[in-house]
């Protein structure tokens, strides 16, 4: 093995880590999404997390969900949130698996409610 086989195995294998490190949310962009779940349930609907990964866009997460309402088998459900490009913990798109929800409905999500201790005290545990 020469020097230069071992510079491309340690190429290699940095960019397999950083790879593996990609796939992994951001931990406060999790967060904010999370808070968000409730708000994409009915009324008097459980929300469990089922699993956190990093979402099909950049700039994306995706939790999966349950679903969960008294006499009803757990439904299960996902959600997508998009984060802008200015800020990480900016959020600038959320979709269910219900479709998008629209810009006013984004805009007062964001503005009036995910900062609030109501959204807090509803989030979900992280999967």
Same mark, same amino acid.
């Given at each position: 093995? &020469?020097? &230069?086989? +071992? &510079? ?6 940095? #960019? $397999? ?5 990609? =796939?992994?949310?951001?931990?406060? /962009? ?5 808070? $968000? ?9 459980? @929300?469990?997390?089922?699993? *956190?990964?990093? &979402?099909?866009?950049? +700039? ?6 349950? /679903?969960? +309402? *008294?006499? +009803? ?6 959600? @997508? ?17 219900? =479709?998008? @929800? ?6 007062? #999500? ?8 109501? $959204? $807090? ?7």
């Amino acid at each position: 093995m &020469g020097p &230069g086989f +071992r &510079g491309r195995l340690a190429a290699l294998a940095a #960019l $397999a880590s950083v790879t593996a490190c990609a =796939g992994s949310p951001d931990a406060e /962009q999790a967060r904010i999404c999370r808070r $968000a779940l409730p708000t994409l349930v009915p009324s008097g609907a459980r @929300v469990t997390v089922l699993r *956190e990964a990093a &979402g099909p866009q950049e +700039r994306s997460i995706r939790i999966d969900f349950s /679903q969960e +309402r *008294e006499g +009803r088998s757990p439904l299960p459900r996902y959600a @997508v949130c998009q984060f802008s490009g200015l800020n990480r913990t900016d959020l600038s798109g959320l979709t269910s698996d219900r =479709g998008p @929800v629209g810009g006013a409905a984004l805009y007062l #999500l964001k503005h009036y409610y995910l900062d609030t201790p109501d $959204a $807090a005290v509803a989030e979900p545990g992280a999967g």
